[in-house]
Nanobody
Framework: QVQLVESGGGLVQAGGSLRLSCAAS????????MGWFRQAPGKEREFVAA????????RYGDSVTGRFAISRDNAKNTVYLQMLSLKPEDAAVYYC?????????????????????WGQGTQVTVSS
């Protein structure tokens, strides 16, 4: 069982930056691929970024590539999402997730159904 708690959301002006954090409980943090997803009102949940268990491989959604960066600190059981050059369309609830795929153990995962544990989310609001 893994429990995830996100923090760092808030209100920011367009062009600004935020860093989200996700703290995980349990001893098996480094066994999980970690991901960030987001959901805006009236829209489906969208893949944002993922990082492999070691942190050596990352993957990003098309809309955030070049602006967001995911990282993890396995010693602190924490994953981060650094968000730069924020746009109004980045506003959403951001969710942290932990997962694995036995067929692709070293890959950063982008599909929701590959994630088994989810946080409660943190709101990001971007004013224009």
């Amino acid at each position: 069982q893994v429990q995830l708690v996100e923090s760092g959301g808030g209100l920011v002006q367009a062009g600004g930056s935020l860093r989200l954090s996700c703290a995980a409980s349990g001893r098996a943090f480094s066994s999980y691929v970690m991901g960030w997803f987001r959901q805006a009102p009236g829209k489906e949940r969208e893949f944002v970024a993922a990082i492999s268990r070691s942190g050596g491989s990352t993957r990003y959604g098309d809309s955030v590539t070049g602006r967001f960066a995911i990282s993890r600190d396995n010693a602190k059981n924490t994953v981060y999402l650094q968000m730069l050059s924020l746009k109004p369309e980045d506003a959403a609830v951001y969710y942290c997730a932990a997962g694995y795929n036995v067929d692709r153990p070293f890959a950063p995962l982008s599909q929701e159904n590959e994630y088994h544990y989810w946080g409660q989310g943190t709101q990001v609001t971007v004013s224009s």
